[in-house]
């Protein structure tokens, strides 16, 4: 895409923003138009997602951490001592807390594209647990990245909770299970977790919630355009949409215009249909088999997994 790397440029875009701006144009120039869930995460989606964790009807995160807690001396069993644990994508730091108490790791690996937050949650991290060296890495986890030199020589144990897995399109999945194995190497470990397909109802509500912060999560997207990318969204002018689409396995998320408009950005103009959708995320369920069969395909083998009494949610854990 010439015309969208030449506007970044023209705009003095640092490397982020100009992918992002590259993406964005590129994505709304489709159809269906559509934005990727990775530009989500600006302080306020990631505020916002805070939020929809704890939402009555968001069950992924609640049974999630109910399994890593009531499992995590069975985690920690096939863990070797001394590790390094890299985490993919390092929010909130809830969850490695309930491993790290359990295993005795040496170092912490935290890989995030927000270099900010990811030091603010080192240094909680590192006035909690003393013994443990903290390494940061600022990096789309996407893409191929370096390990620090000093976890080189120990073993290794990737963690990927949150399902976030289900966010990427079943090839980027498999290509990112196959970059992580490079990353971490052979005789690797993996614990990842995985959301499940369940009942219609359950799903739908989990993304349609009743206090309406998933929509404002969705249109945030629009907001960052517009802060970021010269934009000129209507806001009001959008709904938030999510549907399951059984055949896919996946939850989308689509903002859809109440009528017909244009909107600009970075001086490209895109027009709207009245109901015409942006498709701004999918959410992929799996089933334990279709999970383990992506593994499989990937390099992976599956050593064993956890879910809760009502399987709603699966945490693996693999080998390399
Ligand atoms: C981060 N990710 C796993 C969330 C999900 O459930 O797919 C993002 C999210 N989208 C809407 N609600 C939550």
């Known amino acids: 895409n010439v015309h969208a790397a030449a506007l970044a440029k023209a705009h003095r875009f640092d490397e982020q923003t100009s992918a992002f701006a590259q993406d964005a144009i590129e994505g709304l120039s489709q159809f269906p138009k559509r934005l990727?869930?990775?530009?989500?995460?600006?302080?306020?989606?990631?505020?916002?997602?805070?939020?929809?964790?704890?939402?009555?009807?968001?069950?992924?995160?609640?049974?999630?951490?109910?399994?890593?807690?009531?499992?995590?001396?069975?985690?920690?069993?096939?863990?070797?001592?001394?590790?390094?644990?890299?985490?993919?994508?390092?929010?909130?730091?809830?969850?490695?807390?309930?491993?790290?108490?359990q295993c005795a790791l040496s170092a912490y690996v935290p890989v995030d594209i927000s270099g900010d937050f990811l030091k603010a949650q080192a240094d909680a991290l590192r006035r909690d647990f003393p013994a443990l060296s903290v390494y940061p890495v600022t990096a789309d986890f996407t893409a191929p990245f370096a390990l620090p030199d000093a976890v080189r020589q120990?073993?290794?144990?990737?963690?990927?909770?949150?399902?976030?897995?289900?966010?990427?399109?079943?090839?980027?999945?498999?290509?990112?299970?196959?970059?992580?194995?490079?990353?971490?190497?052979?005789?690797?470990?993996?614990?990842?977790?995985?959301?499940?397909?369940?009942?219609?109802?359950?799903?739908?509500?989990?993304?349609?919630?009743?206090?309406?912060?998933?929509?404002?999560?969705?249109?945030?997207?629009?907001?960052?355009?517009?802060?970021?990318l010269g934009g000129n969204f209507d806001t009001g002018a959008f709904i938030h949409r999510a549907i399951y689409n059984r055949d896919r396995h996946r939850i989308e998320m689509h903002l859809i215009s109440k009528k017909a408009q244009s909107v600009r950005v970075l001086g490209r103009s895109f027009s709207f249909r009245p109901g015409e959708t942006i498709h701004t995320e999918s959410s992929y369920k799996y089933s334990l088999d279709r999970f383990t069969a992506l593994a499989r395909g990937s390099g992976w083998t599956p050593v064993e997994s956890w879910t809760d009494a009502d399987g709603m949610f699966s945490v693996h854990a693999l080998v390399a």
């Open 36 to 101: 990727s869930p990775k530009y989500f995460y600006d302080a306020t989606g990631s505020e916002l997602f805070e939020q929809i964790t704890v939402l009555p009807e968001y069950y992924p995160t609640r049974t999630e951490l109910g399994i890593l807690h009531d499992r995590a001396g069975e985690i920690a069993s096939i863990i070797p001592g001394g590790a390094a644990l890299v985490e993919f994508g390092a929010g909130a730091t809830t969850k490695v807390r309930l491993l790290l108490n």
């Open 154 to 228: 120990v073993p290794k144990v990737g963690f990927f909770p949150g399902s976030t897995l289900g966010n990427f399109e079943p090839h980027e999945a498999s290509a990112f299970m196959r970059s992580a194995r490079e990353i971490l190497g052979q005789g690797a470990q993996m614990v990842i977790g995985v959301d499940l397909e369940k009942d219609e109802r359950v799903l739908y509500d989990a993304y349609n919630d009743a206090a309406g912060v998933t929509a404002r999560f969705n249109l945030n997207v629009m907001v960052r355009i517009n802060r970021e």
